[in-house]
């Protein structure tokens, strides 16, 4: 028997083994929607009415902020608003639009300790990114303030980068950028506010500089509103050198196409 055929051999030994122990684990936690919790065949899946809502974000769309268009316009075409107001970043990149079922999926990661779902999510973004990911130097996420670390016990938004790092073999960089200035939520704030609230946010850590001087950069977060907190990581990136940044998340605040 050959090495191959060893390793195969024993992994299908293992998975025989395993199957007792799967289904205990699927009679004392069934699986469900991971969305709205109704029961299904298996787990980390939406349900079939779920699914059905997730709105994935697919081309045609502006080249630089990721906003769909309702018709194909022809390639390299932009938004009036990346024309009026050019963003900071470089291109922006969403998975799918933040309607009810992808709502639920966020804040049960965010606020439900809902770390599994990081894995599933991640690998929709990967699809996402139209090839910035693989075409990056590093992946670093917006950070929490370290008082909101201790309340939230951890960043969604690193959770989500560790899993695209581990996917695509990227290099992650979770303590290069740092939240220095411990903001509000954002959430119910408007855009002129929440551009104050995140203003001198963030700084890069001393002594690693160059992780991003002339690099290229992936900067993850969970979901895109006004971009106001992207933009701001965005500029202290930047400044330290890096030669180009796209903003990647999961989900974007977009009610229709444009």
């Not at 018709?71 to 107001?85: F, M, N, P, T, V």
């Amino acid at each position: 028997m050959g090495a191959s055929d060893f390793g195969k051999a024993a992994r299908f030994g293992w998975a025989h083994l395993a199957r007792p122990f799967h289904a205990l684990a699927d009679l004392v936690y069934p699986p469900a929607c991971t969305a709205c919790g109704i029961m299904t065949s298996g787990h980390r899946g939406l349900c079939a009415e779920c699914w059905a809502g997730v709105r994935f974000i697919e081309r045609p769309y502006c080249e630089v902020l990721g906003s769909p268009f309702s018709h194909d316009l022809g390639g390299g075409i932009l938004s009036a608003q990346a024309i009026a107001d050019p963003p900071p970043f470089d291109r922006l990149r969403s998975a799918v639009i933040h309607d009810e079922a992808v709502r639920n999926l966020v804040h049960g990661l965010k606020y439900r300790d809902r770390v599994d779902l990081a894995q599933m999510m991640a690998g929709w973004m990967l699809r996402a990114s139209d090839g910035a990911v693989e075409a990056c130097d590093a992946i670093i996420p917006v950070p929490l303030h370290r008082s909101r670390m201790v309340s939230r016990k951890f960043n969604q938004a690193a959770e989500l980068a560790r899993h695209l790092g581990r996917v695509s073999g990227k290099p992650l960089l979770p303590a290069t950028l740092l939240r220095v200035k411990r903001t509000e939520q954002q959430v119910g704030l408007g855009a002129r506010a929440r551009e104050e609230n995140v203003r001198g946010a963030f700084a890069i850590a001393r002594g690693r500089e160059n992780d991003v001087f002339g690099k290229r950069i992936v900067l993850v977060d969970d979901v895109y509103t006004t971009g106001a907190t992207v933009a701001a990581a965005t500029r202290v990136l930047r400044k330290a050198g890096a030669s180009d940044i796209t903003v990647l998340t999961f989900a974007r605040a977009l009610q229709e196409p444009i």
